[in-house]
């Protein structure tokens, strides 16, 4: 069970280190994608590397600007030890703004999972440089080089 606390109420995040020491057991890995970057660039074909991973799940999100932080942390309490993002390219976002927020919401994410005593590089948001096929396949190498380094 995760149980978020405000810094103003009590012991911020005591349950949720409780959970997370249980779901290093496990090897499941999340990778959120975004839909419009999916469907605007065609990405589908080129995620099916990490698709065959047996032990990742992709989730397509309407944006990347819509991944809440309670998202990133309910993966990581659903035992996935590893979480990434994958985003529209910066200045290529549907919805002008949504890698950048998603930027912000990872970062607020991290410094939750440092705070609580883990490592916050278990949560990465990947965003190619531009929606040329090359740059998007690097953003997936990037994706598939951290599920080699289990």
Known sequence: MLR?????SAPLLCVFKENMNESRK???IRVFYCRNLAEDFGILPMLSPVERQTNVVLEPVPC???IDSRY????????SRLVCILSCPKGECKLIEGNLRAA????AVKELLAEAGFNP???RLIIPESQDDKHIEAAVDLILG????K
């Open 4 to 8: 978020v606390y405000s810094r103003a």
């Open 26 to 28: 496990n090897c499941d």
């Open 121 to 123: 590089e278990s949560l």
């Open 146 to 149: 951290c599920l080699n380094k």
């Open 72 to 79: 990133l942390l309910k993966a990581f309490e659903a035992g």
């Open 64 to 66: 990347s600007g819509k």
């Open 104 to 107: 912000r919401r990872v970062q």
